[in-house]
């Protein structure tokens, strides 16, 4: 009864929703105020007012098939003037809606910029590293394609590029709120944790390698998680090194990261999508990604395909850890305003594909799963 009644109060947000996108989408094609190329750092005014839509389809080996239906609508703004600028985004998925960010910034130069609000953290390879709809490991593991909110300032000075930024927790400042999009630390009975502050520092270079663009870079943070029932906190850090090779349709990611949550025990709870789940609380989180972009082709404006590799090692040999691994090989097909992704997604011990959590170990068998995800977008 609880799943149907969360669904018919989906279905009516959905219904007051479509207006607002429809109405994005006509704001945009009509560009009524037209967004201007940034000269020394500043801008014409401009505001930009668009939005998604988007339908998803899955199949699974591991439970029952999920058919074609509406998976999100998107709502968008972004503006500016001057040396300052804004944008937001705000999302309604089926039982609940989230903000995925909001933030303002300025720009003292062309290479000099300040941010303040729920935005992503500088970490790793950006924007995300994967090339499919179902992201890597890191995403499900907070540590890519993160929001939260803070301030940044990013400074580029030729082939370099330097981050820096505070984070005061997570976009809604309570562990104990699943419905989000980010992935953050959860506040459950058995682990009631949450996040608080954050230092994160990011560097990139830009380089060439036999005529592709090479990026190399690190990062790194540091801050803290609070026990909620006692109200003492303990350390949060992680650490990565990150390559991207970019050449002729080609692209090439490799990344090595850490992170480690001091607690008690092997374990902490992390949430999103309404779910909370369990995570080794200190592990490796290696990646490999490889694509290809066909360009155009005769009905479409662009065909990528790619295979995403990456799993979570539990630091040291412990119990109640273990290995997880997920592998998505797919295509995304670009059509005007349309964008579809085709996914065969494989997980071991793998959350969101067939497993109890990330990198953790209940004493049950340890198989690989599959499910082949079919997702249609029309961004306005």
Not at 78 to 91: K, T, V
Not at 197 to 213: A, D, F, I, K, Q
Not at 241 to 254: D, F, S, V, Y
Not at 346 to 356: C, E, I, T, V, Y
Request: glycine residues 12%; aromatic residues 14%; charged residues 20%.
């Amino acid at each position: 009864m609880d799943a149907f009644v969360r669904k018919m109060e989906a279905a009516a947000t959905i219904v007051k929703v479509f207006p607002l996108i429809f109405l994005c989408a006509a704001a945009t094609a009509t560009h009524a105020v037209h967004a201007q190329e940034a000269r020394g750092g500043q801008v014409d005014p401009f505001v930009d007012i668009g939005g998604a839509v988007r339908f998803n389809y899955g199949w699974l080996d591991y439970g029952p098939t999920s058919r074609l239906q509406l998976e999100l609508l998107r709502a968008d703004i972004e503006a500016g003037a001057g040396p300052l600028f804004f944008s937001a985004q705000y999302r309604w998925y089926d039982g609940f809606d989230a903000v995925h960010h909001a933030y303002a910034g300025w720009n003292f130069s062309e290479t000099t910029q300040l941010k303040a609000g729920i935005q992503q953290v500088p970490f790793g390879l950006l924007p995300t590293v994967s090339q499919s709809f179902w992201f890597g490991s890191g995403y499900y593991l907070g540590i890519e394609d993160d929001y939260d909110p803070g301030v940044t300032f990013s400074h580029e000075q030729g082939d370099h590029h330097w981050t820096a930024g505070w984070f005061s927790g997570d976009e809604y400042g309570s562990g104990s709120r699943y419905d989000r999009y980010s992935f953050d630390v959860a506040q459950t009975p058995e682990l009631p944790y949450r996040e608080r502050g954050r230092v994160h520092v990011r560097y990139e270079h830009t380089g060439v390698l036999n005529e592709g663009e090479l990026l190399l870079g690190a990062s790194a943070f540091s801050g803290r998680v609070q026990d909620t029932a006692t109200g003492r906190h303990h350390g949060h850090h992680g650490a990565a090194l990150h390559a991207q090779w970019k050449r002729e349709g080609w692209t090439t990611q490799l990344q090595w990261a850490r992170y480690r949550y001091s607690v008690p025990g092997e374990r902490i709870a992390m949430s999103a999508f309404l779910a909370p789940f369990e995570i080794a609380s200190e592990a490796d989180v290696p990646s490999a990604n490889v694509a290809y972009s066909f360009g155009a082709r005769r009905w479409l404006d662009d065909i990528t395909c790619y295979n995403n590799l990456s799993m979570t090692r539990p630091v040291g040999r412990r119990a109640g850890v273990r290995e997880s691994w997920q592998n998505v090989t797919g295509c995304s097909l670009q059509k005007g305003i349309m964008l579809t992704y085709v996914d065969w997604i494989a997980g071991k011990n793998m959350w969101f594909a067939g497993g109890d959590g990330i990198g953790i170990d209940d004493g049950g068998p340890s198989r690989w799963h599959s499910r082949l995800n079919l997702n249609i977008g029309f961004y306005f």
